[in-house]
């Protein structure tokens, strides 16, 4: 057996469960917390939330545009970017992605006997698409399915409880939800590892990095300004053009 797939089989998906059960319990705790919060110190905190998400997703994008070369800063990235969103955009308006995972929701909504919060659907998309795009994700994912280190998943499983007790704290149990999304899109590119890790190059971590981070950026912008929300889950495919465009560009 090649050393890459050596214990795959034993630990396979067990930092998929570890950041799963991260996020319940990080949403339990928050939960906790939000019967403690009067109304006008839950508002103030999920607009500082979307500020902490906004300053995320734009570091991690700069971060991978900007470099120095020869002492000079260059930027990088721009065109793989415009037509990584330009391709995903069109792809995920076509399948209807937001109204699909809006539909999940629902769903979930009756099942958890939450009818009544008109709050759960919103808290259910924002939480899933912060802790489901990014990097971490996906490499942290890959290294669980083919060596079994989970080390990058737990990383990533401390901060998604933080994020998500807080989300929980404001927005309320929908967010508690996101564990579902994560563990299927993760526990299939665990599934997958063998298949996706060729695919993964420096080039194409670093572009999945700089358009996942701007996608946050943009759940941080629903945040904020809720009325006027951006529809990131139809922009999700652009994470599939970005790893494309590295074989490309």
């Not at 508002?43 to 991978?64: E, P, R, Y």
Request: glycine fraction near 12%.
């Amino acid at each position: 057996m090649p050393r890459a797939y050596v214990g795959a089989g034993v630990h396979l998906g067990v930092g998929c469960i570890v950041n799963a059960g991260a996020i319940v319990v990080g949403g339990l705790l928050g939960l906790l917390l939000k019967n403690a919060l009067p109304q006008r110190i839950s508002d103030t905190l999920t607009k500082a939330i979307g500020i902490c998400v906004l300053f995320i997703g734009l570091s991690g994008a700069l971060q991978n545009m900007f470099t120095i070369e020869d002492g000079a800063l260059s930027v990088g990235g721009t065109m793989m970017t415009i037509f990584s969103f330009i391709g995903g955009s069109i792809l995920g308006g076509a399948l209807d992605l937001e109204g699909r995972l809006e539909r999940f929701g629902v769903w979930l909504r009756k099942r958890a006997g939450a009818d009544g919060d008109s709050g759960f659907l919103n808290a259910f998309l924002t939480a899933s698409l912060t802790v489901c795009i990014g990097a971490m994700a996906v490499v942290g994912a890959i290294n669980d399915g083919l060596f079994g280190d989970i080390s990058l998943l737990v990383t990533k499983s401390i901060l998604d409880a933080i994020i998500i007790m807080v989300m929980s704290a404001t927005m309320g149990k929908g967010c508690i939800f996101s564990a579902i999304p994560v563990a299927i899109f993760q526990g299939l590119v665990t599934l997958f590892a063998r298949f996706l890790q060729p695919i993964m190059t420096a080039q194409a971590t670093s572009n999945l990095a700089l358009t996942g981070s701007i996608l946050v950026f943009c759940v941080g912008v629903n945040l904020i300004w809720d009325q006027q929300r951006l529809k990131v889950a139809n922009m999700l495919p652009t994470l599939i053009f970005a790893v494309a465009l590295a074989f490309v560009l």
